[in-house]
T-cell receptor
């Protein structure tokens, strides 16, 4: 079964450093998403991406965050200057068509720890 | 925006019994309600979903019911097995792209 692949599985970084979280969505999917889950809290929407541009972003997704699809396969989330409160599990997801018709496929997540 | 609440936070059931998890949502415009199962070390996996034009959907031992008037929907797992032990998330959304998730429910099936 096709999978969404995320790397690394765990990233530890110093506060103020830049991190890039990587995702390889399912190849024929057109919509891409990033969500995060702070320990013990809800899964929160960050951003959705379609046709090489952001289609929607949440209030969490401020200027410190950016997304990119640098080639035909990767989808990345960059945090420019990490803060302690950015520590969370970050999930990438993709869907084939409009989410209204198909559910997302999630990756296994990247656990980001900011120290 | 949409707010999804999920109850209970933890549920323990004897193997073979049924488990029910309930979610409420706030936005009457939401029309898509998926349920995800998350096992340790893995990402959430879609197990069943329902759209607002139906009241119930069943897939083998799993069913979801939707009450649009009351704005709540429930996941029912019958004849629970140890492999059903996981965290279950409900979510709600509508025409835009984002889904609002509940906080998750830890289901423990006791052999």
């Amino acid at each position: 079964e096709p999978e969404v692949t995320q790397t690394p599985s765990h990233q530890v970084t110093q506060m103020g450093q830049e991190v890039i979280l990587r995702c390889v969505p399912i190849s024929n999917h057109l919509y891409f998403y990033w969500y995060r889950q702070i320990l013990g809290q809800k899964v929160e929407f960050l951003v959705s991406f379609y046709n090489n541009e952001i289609s929607e972003k949440s209030e969490i997704f401020d200027d410190q965050f950016s997304v990119e699809r640098p080639d035909g396969s990767n989808f990345t989330l960059k945090i420019r200057s990490t803060k302690l409160e950015d520590s969370a599990m970050y999930f990438c997801a993709s869907s084939e068509v409009d989410r209204g018709n198909y559910g997302y496929t999630f990756g296994s997540g990247t656990r980001l720890t900011v120290v | 925006g949409e707010n999804v609440e999920q109850h209970p936070s933890t549920l323990s059931v004897q193997e073979g019994d049924s488990a029910v998890i309930k979610c409420t949502y706030s936005d009457s415009a939401s029309n898509y309600f998926p349920w995800y199962k998350q096992e340790l070390g893995k990402g959430p996996q879609l197990i069943i979903d329902i759209r607002s034009n139906v009241g119930e959907k069943k897939d083998q031992r799993i069913a979801v019911t939707l009450n649009k008037t009351a704005k709540h929907f429930s996941l029912h797992i019958t004849e629970t097995q140890p492999e059903d032990s996981a965290v279950y998330f409900c979510a709600a959304g509508h025409g835009n792209n984002r889904l609002a998730f509940g906080k998750g429910n830890q289901v423990v099936v006791i052999p």
